[in-house]
């Protein structure tokens, strides 16, 4: 017999291999979930073990998908549950809606795990399972109805009769699987009871019992729903093959629901961590007094277009920006009131400039910014714009006050490939700047 283990708990796998690869059992593991639908497991295993707990699927999840419509195919196939914790910790009502042959704790030894599953490897019916599987039946004969019923009921199904003009309703009520439609003579009835079903909300695999009709009536029963057809006179073979068909493709389409739900459920977490992750990337990033970028997203933008210069010689260039007298200004008025400064300083360098175009914070009132697809002349224009503004827009206080504010600029682009050697001449301009009065821009000269 083959023991299919869904299982991450290698230590229990060994166990369960000692205990039953010496009698000729063969133990073969899956450690997930969904691999185990897709492989479609249950056609080769005549016992399953499976973890209880899962990502995304779990094994209690995957036990009901079993005991669902595919209860009657594989009615005998043996399930159980394997739990990290103490059974005795588990909700009994998680126990009891798994509707499972038993349970294993990971840590269960050679003994206890013989006792629990020694009866279903030694071959003995570990389930008691009276349930059959319902069928509608319409539009039938008595006797045809006498005799499916007969028959059916041998092989686990249940066979309920219904009137077309209330099946709707019965089937809101029962939810049969599966519904055995008689084929009237025009196929009208037939046809407009097709379409009623393929609408309702918990819709049967519908096989048509009857003669065949024309090429154009079949072609009509089939658009309209018609998953299958049993001829008259009864083929026994026949209708038992297509009722388990149907209850195939019942199964078969709940697992393809689990499917995509399992794949909307990833692509939700998958947007969830898209958006903690830039989030997490923005504080990374961004400097929280100001909102501006930060240094370390300075060195990286300003790598990256070093490198877009070299490769494909888009221009830019890199302004650094220091304010004037920013030690007087927290000294005197205090270091909220510095704070402040910052921020409205900050506001006006994002204002004055593109989307395309970065501003970075890289140190206590040290501002970069980095003006892309722009020549140097360009650049010299833009920070000499923004220090005018600066310059023109004193800094009004609550208390009546003002300061006034200045900032000194340096101003170069690329020559070479080196964004070290750019930042020093870039912040040798800036020092000139302030050494020849501050409030002033000074341009690194283009070649070397």
Known sequence: MNIVAITQHTPLVERVRTAFEGAGHRVKVIPDHLEALALEIWNEAQVILVDATGDPLDGIRFSKLLRGESRHLFRNLPIFLVFDQSIAEVDPRVLIETDVDGFLQAGDALPRILAVLGPAMGGQQVRNDPTKALVLASGLSRSLTLRIGKLLDHFGFELRTCPEKELSLRQEQVRAPLLLLGLDPTGEQALRTLQAMREHPSSPYVILVGRFPDEGLQRRLIFAGGMDWVPLPLSQPLLLHACRRGMEWLHFKRIHREFQSQINDLHERRVLLEMETSSLRSEVLTDPLTELLNRRAFNQNLDLAINQWVRHRRPFVLIFGDIDYFKLINDR?????????????????????????????????????????????????????????????PIHLESGQSIFPTVSFGVGAPVDHDAQSLCTAVDEALYIAKHKGRNRIEIVPETK
Do not use: C, P, Y
């Not at 994002?350 to 989307?355: D, N």
């Not at 501003?359 to 892309?372: K, N, P, T, V």
């Open 333 to 393: 008025f205090g270091h909220l009131v510095g704070d402040q400064v910052l921020k409205l300083l900050a506001d006006r360098i994002r204002g004055s400039l593109r989307r395309s175009d970065l501003a970075f914070r890289i140190g206590g009132e040290e501002f970069a910014i980095i003006l892309m697809e722009t020549g140097l002349q360009a650049g010299a224009e833009v920070a000499d714009k923004l220090r005018r503004r600066i310059d023109e827009n």
